[in-house]
């Protein structure tokens, strides 16, 4: 098995076929609706709250809303109120199923549920689907995390619409350290590997440094991609403004980590300051920009067309020319 990761990797170009880049489209296809580009902040509390969430809906970016501290009943509330779609996240405790028989009984229905846990290839996340897909079939239900074809077989069977790949390769994960398991380093091929088995979208998560990353994930196999780091940080980022020698930053704190939790027990995560980089809309739209120019260095005009591109492996052991043939 090739192993490999974003920052040794290249996608080829081929010929291009516009004259303008304005003419290739980032739009992708998730659960029914079309989204802008393929690209959804992550569902951590530093990165989205329910302002951006509806700013993002508003503007024809897919989004999830984190599950910690929150009445996802009222959420779900408050979006369909604003006539947008509600996408929410769940655990697979107790007081989780109470959210399902409490949405049931309000007759309200998210229209997108991820189910949001560190091993997400578990029985607990089998039921929750099975949960789901009774009380709410009307959903599109995202299962994960996960890191193996194996998973992604078991949750796709399970019922899953989408799962989402990525054990440990976020900016604030220390998974891979405190238990020594995941797919930090190799997200990239990781990815590959899941995706040959894959019949239904996975969604990529964790591990994008770099606007270009977004491209090498559609290139092998995601439909979507989830990023923390590089979309928290910014001006309308709920995370709490630290400054520190007179240059402001924003706190990024990893879901698993005691800041979320509020003890220290099960800690897989630590928190960080990413300096203020602005505001999200502008990052989103240079995200847009810089999707449409890889579609034209693929010699596309469409997202997926560059799961159509070669690419080369610098440096190490599976370092090579690798062809489409
Ligand atoms: N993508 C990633 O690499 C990771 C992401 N996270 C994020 O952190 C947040 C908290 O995750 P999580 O702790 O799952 O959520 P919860 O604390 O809600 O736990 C969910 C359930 O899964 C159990 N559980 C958690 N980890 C494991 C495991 N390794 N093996 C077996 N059972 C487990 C928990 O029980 P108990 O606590 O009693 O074991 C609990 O019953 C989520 O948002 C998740 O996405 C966390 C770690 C890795
Ligand atoms: N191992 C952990 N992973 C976490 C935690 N909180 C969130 N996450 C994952 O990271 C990505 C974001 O990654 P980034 O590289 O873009 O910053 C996020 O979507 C989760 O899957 C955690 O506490 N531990």
């Not at 569902?43 to 999830?64: H, P, R």
């Not at 290839?121 to 074809?149: Q, S």
């Not at 509020?262 to 999707?291: A, F, Q, S």
Request: with cysteine; charged share 25%.
């Amino acid at each position: 098995m090739e192993i490999f990761d974003y920052d040794n990797v290249l996608l080829l170009p081929r010929k291009c076929r516009v004259e303008s880049r304005a003419e290739c489209d980032a739009a992708v296809e998730l659960g029914g609706r079309s989204f802008r580009i393929p690209v959804v902040p992550a569902n951590m509390k530093t990165v989205v709250d329910e302002s951006i969430c509806t700013w993002l809906a508003q503007n024809g970016y897919f989004y999830v809303m984190h599950r910690f501290d929150l009445d996802n009943v009222q959420f779900v509330k408050n979006m369909k109120a604003k006539g947008i779609f509600a996408s929410i996240s769940l655990g697979v405790k107790k007081p989780d199923y109470e959210t399902v028989d409490l949405l049931v009984a309000a007759g309200l229905a998210p229209d997108y549920i991820t189910i949001d846990v560190a091993h997400g290839h578990a029985d607990t996340v089998k039921n929750m689907i099975g949960y789901l897909k009774e009380k709410l079939p009307a959903a599109f239900v995202i299962a994960g995390n996960v890191g193996t074809p194996e998973a992604i077989i078991d949750l796709e069977n399970w019922g899953a619409d989408a799962t989402k790949v990525g054990i440990g390769p976020g900016k604030v994960c220390i998974t891979k350290l405190k238990t020594g398991f995941g797919t930090g380093g190799w997200q990239l091929s990781a990815l590959k590997w899941c995706a040959r088995v894959a019949t239904k979208p996975i969604i990529a998560d964790g591990g994008i440094r770099e606007h270009g990353d977004i491209a090498k994930s559609i290139r092998f196999g995601a439909t979507m991609i989830m990023i923390g780091s590089m979309l928290a940080g910014h001006e309308e980022s709920p995370g709490q403004t630290v400054e520190v020698d007179g240059k402001l930053y924003k706190e990024y704190y990893g879901s698993a980590s005691d800041f979320n939790k509020g003890e220290y027990r099960h800690v897989e995560g630590k928190r960080i300051l990413e300096p203020i980089k602005g505001r999200l809309l502008d990052t989103l739209r240079e995200m847009e920009e810089d999707v449409q120019s890889s579609i034209s260095y693929a010699g596309g005009k469409r997202l997926m067309d560059i799961r159509k591109v070669n690419y080369v492996i610098l440096g190490g052991d599976n370092a090579g020319e690798h062809l489409l043939m």
